[in-house]
Protein backbone atom coordinates (compact mmCIF):
# COMPACT_ATOMS: atom_id res chain seq x y z
CA UNK A 1 0.00 0.00 0.00
CA UNK A 2 1.37 3.34 -0.46
CA UNK A 3 0.45 6.79 0.27
CA UNK A 4 -1.29 7.52 -2.68
CA UNK A 5 -4.06 4.73 -2.04
CA UNK A 6 -4.93 6.18 1.66
CA UNK A 7 -7.74 3.56 2.52
CA UNK A 8 -10.65 4.76 3.90
CA UNK A 9 -10.23 3.97 7.20
CA UNK A 10 -8.89 6.00 10.57
CA UNK A 11 -5.24 6.68 10.60
CA UNK A 12 -2.94 9.14 12.20
CA UNK A 13 -1.12 11.98 10.12
CA UNK A 14 2.39 13.45 11.23
CA UNK A 15 2.70 16.66 11.10
CA UNK A 16 6.75 17.43 11.09
CA UNK A 17 6.05 21.20 12.17
CA UNK A 18 5.18 20.84 14.69
CA UNK A 19 6.00 17.25 15.50
CA UNK A 20 2.18 16.39 16.70
CA UNK A 21 -0.23 13.68 15.19
CA UNK A 22 -3.26 14.24 14.17
CA UNK A 23 -6.45 11.99 13.67
CA UNK A 24 -7.97 11.65 10.36
CA UNK A 25 -11.75 9.81 9.84
CA UNK A 26 -12.75 9.53 6.50
CA UNK A 27 -15.30 7.44 6.76
CA UNK A 28 -16.78 9.96 9.22
CA UNK A 29 -17.39 12.26 6.95
CA UNK A 30 -21.07 11.67 5.72
CA UNK A 31 -22.24 11.63 9.45
CA UNK A 32 -25.79 13.61 9.35
CA UNK A 33 -25.85 17.03 10.67
CA UNK A 34 -28.24 18.67 13.41
CA UNK A 35 -25.91 20.64 14.96
CA UNK A 36 -25.45 24.38 15.30
CA UNK A 37 -26.99 26.71 12.50
CA UNK A 38 -24.79 30.07 12.17
CA UNK A 39 -26.72 33.54 10.62
CA UNK A 40 -25.17 33.65 7.08
CA UNK A 41 -22.73 36.83 7.49
CA UNK A 42 -23.29 39.53 4.70
CA UNK A 43 -20.86 41.85 2.99
CA UNK A 44 -20.64 44.83 5.33
CA UNK A 45 -21.53 46.52 2.23
CA UNK A 46 -20.45 50.77 3.18
CA UNK A 47 -17.67 52.36 2.02
CA UNK A 48 -17.24 54.63 5.36
CA UNK A 49 -19.36 53.52 8.95
CA UNK A 50 -19.69 56.92 11.06
CA UNK A 51 -19.79 53.76 13.81
CA UNK A 52 -16.67 52.03 13.56
CA UNK A 53 -13.58 52.71 15.37
CA UNK A 54 -11.37 51.88 12.34
CA UNK A 55 -12.36 54.06 9.33
CA UNK A 56 -10.27 57.42 8.86
CA UNK A 57 -10.87 60.11 10.82
CA UNK A 58 -13.30 58.52 13.41
CA UNK A 59 -12.42 58.39 17.29
CA UNK A 60 -11.71 54.91 18.78
CA UNK A 61 -12.14 53.94 22.28
CA UNK A 62 -10.33 56.60 24.38
CA UNK A 63 -10.92 59.46 21.77
CA UNK A 64 -7.82 59.08 20.09
CA UNK A 65 -9.04 60.36 16.23
CA UNK A 66 -7.70 58.64 13.32
CA UNK A 67 -6.10 59.88 10.67
CA UNK A 68 -7.51 60.64 6.94
CA UNK A 69 -5.09 57.50 5.90
CA UNK A 70 -5.81 56.81 2.43
CA UNK A 71 -4.44 53.64 1.96
CA UNK A 72 -3.06 51.52 5.18
CA UNK A 73 -2.77 52.85 9.11
CA UNK A 74 -0.67 51.16 11.88
CA UNK A 75 -1.92 52.34 15.78
CA UNK A 76 -0.85 50.77 19.08
CA UNK A 77 -3.88 48.58 19.97
CA UNK A 78 -5.52 50.80 22.73
CA UNK A 79 -6.87 47.63 25.30
CA UNK A 80 -3.21 46.00 23.94
CA UNK A 81 -2.00 42.48 25.64
CA UNK A 82 1.15 42.83 26.13
CA UNK A 83 3.09 46.63 27.27
CA UNK A 84 6.24 47.74 26.91
CA UNK A 85 8.82 48.02 29.62
CA UNK A 86 7.56 45.30 31.94
CA UNK A 87 10.93 44.48 33.82
CA UNK A 88 11.99 41.18 33.87
CA UNK A 89 10.94 39.26 36.84
CA UNK A 90 10.59 35.50 37.47
CA UNK A 91 9.01 34.18 40.28
CA UNK A 92 8.63 30.91 41.54
CA UNK A 93 7.40 28.77 44.86
CA UNK A 94 8.70 25.41 44.04
CA UNK A 95 8.93 23.39 40.84
CA UNK A 96 4.73 24.06 40.72
CA UNK A 97 4.20 27.55 40.97
CA UNK A 98 6.32 30.39 38.44
CA UNK A 99 5.58 33.55 36.81
CA UNK A 100 7.67 35.77 34.33
CA UNK A 101 7.09 39.13 33.61
CA UNK A 102 6.49 39.93 29.86
CA UNK A 103 7.02 43.06 28.23
CA UNK A 104 6.11 43.92 24.25
CA UNK A 105 3.62 45.76 21.78
CA UNK A 106 0.58 44.88 20.22
CA UNK A 107 -0.34 47.18 17.28
CA UNK A 108 -3.44 47.28 14.86
CA UNK A 109 -3.00 47.39 10.84
CA UNK A 110 -5.99 48.58 8.59
CA UNK A 111 -5.58 47.08 5.41
CA UNK A 112 -7.73 49.66 3.34
CA UNK A 113 -9.76 53.17 4.29
CA UNK A 114 -12.33 51.47 2.69
CA UNK A 115 -14.89 49.66 5.63
CA UNK A 116 -16.29 47.37 3.97
CA UNK A 117 -13.39 45.35 1.47
CA UNK A 118 -11.17 42.32 2.70
CA UNK A 119 -8.73 40.82 1.40
CA UNK A 120 -10.34 39.15 -0.95
CA UNK A 121 -11.95 42.10 -2.69
CA UNK A 122 -8.89 44.59 -2.29
CA UNK A 123 -6.97 44.72 -5.81
CA UNK A 124 -3.66 42.88 -5.77
CA UNK A 125 -1.47 46.17 -6.15
CA UNK A 126 -3.62 47.46 -2.22
CA UNK A 127 -2.78 44.07 -0.83
CA UNK A 128 1.56 44.58 -1.70
CA UNK A 129 1.06 47.74 0.25
CA UNK A 130 0.00 45.63 2.79
CA UNK A 131 2.62 43.27 2.64
CA UNK A 132 5.13 46.36 2.72
CA UNK A 133 3.70 47.63 5.61
CA UNK A 134 3.95 44.11 7.38
CA UNK A 135 6.92 43.99 6.55
CA UNK A 136 8.04 47.87 8.03
CA UNK A 137 6.38 46.75 11.15
CA UNK A 138 8.49 43.50 11.22
CA UNK A 139 11.59 45.29 11.38
CA UNK A 140 10.80 47.72 13.24
CA UNK A 141 9.67 45.71 15.83
CA UNK A 142 11.27 42.95 15.71
CA UNK A 143 14.58 45.40 15.74
CA UNK A 144 13.21 46.61 19.31
CA UNK A 145 15.53 45.61 22.04
CA UNK A 146 14.15 43.10 23.98
CA UNK A 147 11.87 41.80 21.02
CA UNK A 148 12.17 37.86 19.93
CA UNK A 149 8.88 37.45 18.12
CA UNK A 150 7.22 39.13 16.31
CA UNK A 151 3.68 37.72 15.33
CA UNK A 152 1.63 39.33 12.42
CA UNK A 153 -1.85 37.74 12.29
CA UNK A 154 -5.79 38.23 10.93
CA UNK A 155 -8.79 37.35 12.16
CA UNK A 156 -11.29 37.88 9.66
CA UNK A 157 -15.54 37.47 10.63
CA UNK A 158 -17.04 37.17 13.37
CA UNK A 159 -16.70 33.57 14.18
CA UNK A 160 -13.06 33.88 14.49
CA UNK A 161 -13.87 36.79 17.48
CA UNK A 162 -13.09 39.64 14.73
CA UNK A 163 -14.37 42.55 16.75
CA UNK A 164 -15.57 44.84 13.18
CA UNK A 165 -15.38 43.88 9.35
CA UNK A 166 -13.56 47.08 8.43
CA UNK A 167 -10.47 45.36 6.91
CA UNK A 168 -7.53 44.98 8.98
CA UNK A 169 -5.23 42.79 11.20
CA UNK A 170 -3.06 42.49 14.47
CA UNK A 171 0.41 42.16 15.28
CA UNK A 172 1.70 41.10 18.44
CA UNK A 173 5.31 41.35 19.21
CA UNK A 174 7.18 40.15 22.71
CA UNK A 175 9.99 39.40 24.11
CA UNK A 176 9.39 35.02 24.92
CA UNK A 177 8.82 33.08 21.78
CA UNK A 178 5.54 32.15 22.13
CA UNK A 179 4.66 27.83 22.27
CA UNK A 180 4.25 27.33 18.25
CA UNK A 181 7.02 29.33 17.27
CA UNK A 182 8.89 27.16 19.54
CA UNK A 183 8.12 24.05 18.04
CA UNK A 184 8.21 25.16 14.68
CA UNK A 185 12.02 26.53 15.60
CA UNK A 186 13.22 22.99 16.66
CA UNK A 187 11.58 20.89 14.24
CA UNK A 188 12.61 23.09 11.70
CA UNK A 189 16.20 23.41 13.11
CA UNK A 190 16.46 20.17 13.91
CA UNK A 191 15.63 19.03 10.40
CA UNK A 192 18.00 21.45 8.51
CA UNK A 193 20.57 20.19 11.03
CA UNK A 194 19.92 16.55 9.50
CA UNK A 195 19.53 17.67 5.85
CA UNK A 196 20.86 20.69 5.06
CA UNK A 197 17.91 22.19 3.55
CA UNK A 198 14.79 23.87 5.03
CA UNK A 199 12.06 21.59 5.69
CA UNK A 200 9.37 23.60 4.17
CA UNK A 201 11.28 23.48 0.63
CA UNK A 202 11.72 20.00 0.83
CA UNK A 203 8.15 19.33 1.83
CA UNK A 204 6.76 21.59 -0.99
CA UNK A 205 8.88 19.47 -3.62
CA UNK A 206 7.33 16.54 -2.80
CA UNK A 207 3.80 18.50 -2.35
CA UNK A 208 4.52 19.57 -6.19
CA UNK A 209 5.24 16.22 -7.53
CA UNK A 210 2.59 14.35 -5.71
CA UNK A 211 -0.02 17.41 -6.64
CA UNK A 212 -2.83 15.72 -4.60
CA UNK A 213 -2.49 18.75 -1.98
CA UNK A 214 -2.19 21.75 -4.43
CA UNK A 215 -4.56 24.33 -4.48
CA UNK A 216 -2.97 27.54 -6.36
CA UNK A 217 0.41 28.81 -7.03
CA UNK A 218 2.19 31.95 -8.63
CA UNK A 219 5.77 32.11 -9.67
CA UNK A 220 7.20 32.15 -6.25
CA UNK A 221 4.49 31.28 -3.87
CA UNK A 222 2.23 28.01 -3.62
CA UNK A 223 -0.62 27.60 -1.08
CA UNK A 224 -1.61 24.03 -0.63
CA UNK A 225 -3.41 21.80 2.00
CA UNK A 226 -1.27 20.40 4.27
CA UNK A 227 -0.83 16.26 4.78
CA UNK A 228 -1.48 17.03 8.51
CA UNK A 229 -4.08 20.14 8.20
CA UNK A 230 -6.27 19.89 11.14
CA UNK A 231 -9.46 22.53 10.20
CA UNK A 232 -11.51 21.48 6.92
CA UNK A 233 -10.14 23.91 4.72
CA UNK A 234 -6.83 24.70 6.32
CA UNK A 235 -4.01 26.41 3.97
CA UNK A 236 -0.29 26.47 4.44
CA UNK A 237 1.49 29.11 1.74
CA UNK A 238 4.71 28.56 1.15
CA UNK A 239 7.56 30.37 -0.92
CA UNK A 240 9.77 29.15 -3.52
CA UNK A 241 12.42 30.91 -2.16
CA UNK A 242 13.65 29.88 1.61
CA UNK A 243 13.90 32.91 3.41
CA UNK A 244 13.65 33.64 7.00
CA UNK A 245 11.28 36.64 7.14
CA UNK A 246 9.28 38.97 5.44
CA UNK A 247 12.30 41.72 4.67
CA UNK A 248 14.17 38.92 2.76
CA UNK A 249 11.91 38.93 0.21
CA UNK A 250 12.63 40.36 -3.10
CA UNK A 251 9.86 43.73 -4.34
CA UNK A 252 8.89 41.18 -6.90
CA UNK A 253 8.49 38.50 -4.50
CA UNK A 254 6.54 40.86 -2.06
CA UNK A 255 3.69 41.48 -4.92
CA UNK A 256 3.54 38.01 -5.93
CA UNK A 257 2.59 37.30 -2.17
CA UNK A 258 -0.14 40.03 -2.49
CA UNK A 259 -1.24 38.00 -5.47
CA UNK A 260 -0.99 34.48 -3.72
CA UNK A 261 -2.79 36.42 -1.06
CA UNK A 262 -5.60 37.07 -2.98
CA UNK A 263 -5.64 33.96 -4.59
CA UNK A 264 -6.13 31.71 -2.06
CA UNK A 265 -8.79 34.55 0.13
CA UNK A 266 -10.98 34.38 -3.36
CA UNK A 267 -11.33 31.07 -3.72
CA UNK A 268 -12.18 30.86 0.25
CA UNK A 269 -14.88 33.40 -0.28
CA UNK A 270 -15.84 31.46 -3.26
CA UNK A 271 -16.57 28.21 -1.25
CA UNK A 272 -19.64 28.87 0.52
CA UNK A 273 -20.29 31.93 -1.24
CA UNK A 274 -19.61 34.08 1.58
CA UNK A 275 -17.18 36.17 3.56
CA UNK A 276 -15.29 33.32 4.54
CA UNK A 277 -14.26 33.68 7.84
CA UNK A 278 -10.26 32.84 9.21
CA UNK A 279 -7.46 33.34 11.27
CA UNK A 280 -4.57 33.45 9.27
CA UNK A 281 -0.92 34.24 10.07
CA UNK A 282 2.80 34.79 9.29
CA UNK A 283 5.74 32.58 10.93
CA UNK A 284 8.86 34.50 10.51
CA UNK A 285 12.25 33.87 12.32
CA UNK A 286 12.64 34.75 16.14
CA UNK A 287 14.61 38.32 16.04
CA UNK A 288 16.82 37.77 18.42
CA UNK A 289 19.74 38.11 16.31
CA UNK A 290 20.40 34.64 16.67
CA UNK A 291 21.57 32.54 13.39
CA UNK A 292 17.67 31.25 12.02
CA UNK A 293 18.60 29.68 8.58
CA UNK A 294 16.79 26.53 9.43
CA UNK A 295 13.50 28.39 9.54
CA UNK A 296 11.10 29.36 6.41
CA UNK A 297 9.17 31.88 6.44
CA UNK A 298 5.03 30.93 5.96
CA UNK A 299 1.49 31.67 6.24
CA UNK A 300 -1.30 29.45 8.13
CA UNK A 301 -4.71 30.05 7.34
CA UNK A 302 -7.17 28.67 9.94
CA UNK A 303 -10.75 28.58 9.16
CA UNK A 304 -13.50 27.13 11.08
CA UNK A 305 -16.12 26.39 8.37
CA UNK A 306 -16.90 22.77 7.55
CA UNK A 307 -20.18 22.41 5.07
CA UNK A 308 -21.67 25.62 4.60
CA UNK A 309 -21.57 28.81 5.26
CA UNK A 310 -23.12 28.23 8.55
CA UNK A 311 -21.98 25.69 9.91
CA UNK A 312 -17.99 25.18 11.18
CA UNK A 313 -15.86 22.58 12.51
CA UNK A 314 -16.18 22.79 16.43
CA UNK A 315 -12.63 22.03 18.05
CA UNK A 316 -14.07 20.45 21.48
CA UNK A 317 -14.18 16.74 23.22
CA UNK A 318 -11.15 14.04 21.90
CA UNK A 319 -9.82 17.11 20.74
CA UNK A 320 -9.43 19.20 23.15
CA UNK A 321 -8.71 16.04 25.48
CA UNK A 322 -6.81 14.17 23.32
CA UNK A 323 -5.68 15.53 19.59
CA UNK A 324 -6.84 17.51 16.45
CA UNK A 325 -9.65 15.06 14.53
CA UNK A 326 -10.92 15.72 11.48
CA UNK A 327 -13.64 14.39 8.86
CA UNK A 328 -12.94 14.99 5.03
CA UNK A 329 -9.45 14.65 3.83
CA UNK A 330 -6.77 17.28 3.26
CA UNK A 331 -6.86 15.58 -0.32
CA UNK A 332 -11.06 16.28 -0.68
CA UNK A 333 -10.59 20.01 0.53
CA UNK A 334 -7.77 20.72 -2.00
CA UNK A 335 -9.26 19.69 -4.41
CA UNK A 336 -12.50 22.03 -3.70
CA UNK A 337 -10.46 24.66 -3.24
CA UNK A 338 -8.36 24.14 -6.20
CA UNK A 339 -11.77 23.42 -8.64
CA UNK A 340 -13.04 26.71 -7.57
CA UNK A 341 -12.96 30.00 -9.82
CA UNK A 342 -10.51 32.33 -9.24
CA UNK A 343 -12.52 35.33 -9.78
CA UNK A 344 -14.32 36.47 -6.76
CA UNK A 345 -18.40 35.59 -6.71
CA UNK A 346 -19.18 39.65 -5.99
CA UNK A 347 -16.96 40.90 -9.14
CA UNK A 348 -19.49 42.38 -11.62
P1 LIG B 1 -9.81 42.10 16.24
O1 LIG B 1 -10.93 42.51 15.36
O2 LIG B 1 -8.94 41.00 15.61
O3 LIG B 1 -10.26 41.79 17.63
O4 LIG B 1 -8.83 43.36 16.34
C1 LIG B 1 -9.28 44.61 16.71
C2 LIG B 1 -8.38 45.17 17.78
O5 LIG B 1 -8.63 46.56 17.88
C3 LIG B 1 -8.63 44.58 19.15
O6 LIG B 1 -7.46 43.90 19.58
C4 LIG B 1 -8.46 46.97 19.21
C5 LIG B 1 -8.93 45.79 20.03
O7 LIG B 1 -8.21 45.74 21.23
N1 LIG B 1 -9.17 48.21 19.41
C6 LIG B 1 -8.46 49.38 19.61
O8 LIG B 1 -7.24 49.35 19.68
N2 LIG B 1 -9.12 50.58 19.72
C7 LIG B 1 -10.49 50.69 19.68
O9 LIG B 1 -11.01 51.79 19.75
C8 LIG B 1 -11.33 49.48 19.58
C9 LIG B 1 -10.61 48.18 19.35
ZN1 LIG C 1 -14.62 51.15 9.09
Redesign the pocket.
Known sequence: MSLSELPPQPHRRWNPLTREWILVSPHRALRPWQGQVENVPRPAGVAYDPAC??CPGN????G?KNPNYAATFV???????LQPGVPEWDLRDGELLRAVGESGT?R?VCFSPQHDLTLARMPVAEIARVVDVWTEQFLELGGLPGINSVQI????GEM?????P?P???IWANHSLPGELVKECGAQGDYFSAHSSTLLTDYLRLEQRRAERLVCSNEHFTVLVPFWAVWPFETLLIGHRAVSGLDELTAEERVALADILHQITVRYDNLFRTPFPYTMGFHQRPTDGADHRAFQLHAHFYPPLLRSATVKKFMVGYELLAMPQRDITPETAARLLRELPDRHYLAG
Do not use: K, P
Open positions: YLARAGVFDNDFAACVFENRMGSSNHHGQ
